[in-house]
């Protein structure tokens, strides 16, 4: 498989490999980090440190752990969520508003010039608030299983379901 | 295991989320590689929310790639051309400055020293300098007493008078110059020994009608006086000088068996 053989080049330290990951991930490791932090400048230099220190763990990745994506998200994730816990974030930032993605996304003049943007828009448009929220905690946040069922007050069953049931309907939209 | 209800279950969402356990998503990489739905499967998923994730992004993150390019050391063939080209630059200025502050180091000693070396030079020719001045302070002072002897000599108004030798002294002599103006004889008095431990020439004047002897103070400096020369106060109406040896101190009266040398002033 062609991913399988770009990230064991990854892991070897190959830089070309590197270059076509950091193309294939960094708008989705940053959509994360920005999510969290709200803030474009400390969301790339965030950016940034994740993707220098993937490079340098490469060699702590394993396939039979989990996806690549899934690997890097949660150093990113991690990165961000450590950086609103810092002194000078916390100052800066007295009052992070509560927002989920999908208020990014519906804003994002950006948006306008990418493929799928059309179908992004009108799919967050049209996404109940459950949906909404599930998967800005799993994806977004990080949150583990049952800490989304804690959050959202629902069973730990339910949550999978929906989740799963929100990420079909996300399907059809961007990849259909 | 149905695989179909395995994939409605809704696992494998949470495995793309990351949020299964070490155990479940070990299960779920061997099911890919079992059944290509479950891959197929994984692949939406991951691809879907990838999309999701990547529009809640407003930058173009290129220029972040540079710069990490940058930090990882990323093309490493153009750096070690970079650090070639500053490196000797860098080592000519160190070598350049290090020379020069010991060229600069040296320098100062050699200063320091020849300072030194001057000070003591100029202390060496003080002493030598106020050595000479004393040397031609005393050449002055003897110069000024010889000016004087010739003074007296040349003089019309002084009497020469020679004294011969007497008796026992018979090869002994001594001259008297007698400056009458101003009171005073130089006693010429080269032609005597040195005398005895003990006793001191005595110089007289002396009236011849009578015969009256009057001291005129003994020669106490005889042996330490260079040129012989003295000068003596002498106010009398002297007929005639003489030398006796006398015991330390001199005596009230001349001791005739110790008459040296005797002369009589000529009538002028």
């Known amino acids: 498989m062609e991913l399988d053989q770009l990230v064991e080049n990854f892991k070897q330290k190959d830089e070309k490999a590197f270059e076509k990951l950091y193309n294939m991930y960094s708008d989705s490791m940053h959509g994360v980090i920005y999510n969290i932090l709200r803030d474009h400048d400390i969301a790339q230099e965030v950016m940034q440190d994740v993707f220098i220190k993937a490079w340098h763990k490469g060699d702590s990745y394993s396939s039979k752990k989990g996806r690549f994506f899934t690997w890097i998200l949660n150093i990113a994730r991690n990165a961000a969520i450590d950086k609103t816990r810092s002194k000078a974030f916390k100052n800066s930032k007295q009052n992070l508003n509560s927002d989920f993605f999908v208020d990014i996304i519906e804003g994002n003049e950006n948006l306008d010039d990418k493929t799928d943007a059309i179908g992004i828009k009108k799919f967050v448009g049209k996404l109940a608030e459950k949906c909404k929220a599930v998967i800005e905690l799993l994806y977004f946040k990080g949150y583990t299983q049952s800490e989304a069922s804690e959050a959202l007050d629902m069973p730990i069953g339910t949550i999978k379901t929906r989740n799963r049931n929100c990420i079909q309907e996300l399907r059809n939209l961007v990849l259909n | ?268």
Do not use: C
Request: proline share 4%; charged share 20%.
């Open chain 2, 1 to 268: 295991m149905d695989i179909k209800a395995y994939i409605e279950s809704g696992i494998l969402e949470l495995y793309v989320a990351g949020t299964l356990s070490e155990k479940e998503n070990e299960e779920v990489y061997a099911l890919m590689h079992k059944h290509p739905e479950v891959l197929q499967e994984v692949l939406e998923i991951e691809a879907a929310i990838v999309k999701l994730t990547a529009s809640t992004s407003q930058r173009d993150s290129d220029h972040i790639l540079q710069r990490i390019k940058q930090t990882l050391g990323f093309g490493s063939d153009n750096d070690t051309k970079l650090i070639s080209i500053a490196k000797p630059k860098y080592n000519w200025i160190t070598y350049t400055g290090w020379a020069a502050s010991i060229v600069l180091a040296a320098g100062l000693l050699w200063t320091v020293n020849q300072n030194k070396q001057l000070q003591s030079d100029i202390q060496i020719a003080e002493t030598q300098q106020s050595l000479l001045e004393t040397q031609i302070a005393n050449s002055k002072n003897n110069l000024k007493d010889a000016n004087v002897l010739i003074n007296v000599l040349r003089d019309d108004n002084i009497t020469k008078v020679p004294l011969a030798g007497q008796g026992n002294f018979a090869s002994t002599f001594a001259k008297v110059y007698w400056d009458k103006d101003s009171d005073r004889i130089f006693l010429d008095a080269q032609g005597l020994p040195e005398p005895p431990e003990g006793k001191v020439y005595q110089v007289w004047s002396l009236t011849l009608t009578p015969l009256t002897p009057t001291s005129l103070g003994t020669i106490d400096r005889f042996t330490a006086d260079a040129n012989k020369i003295f000068e003596i106060k002498n106010a009398n109406e002297s007929e005639a000088f003489g030398i006796t040896l006398e015991p330390d101190g001199g005596s009230e009266s001349p001791t005739m068996d110790q008459l040296y040398t005797l002369g009589v002033v000529s009538a002028s």
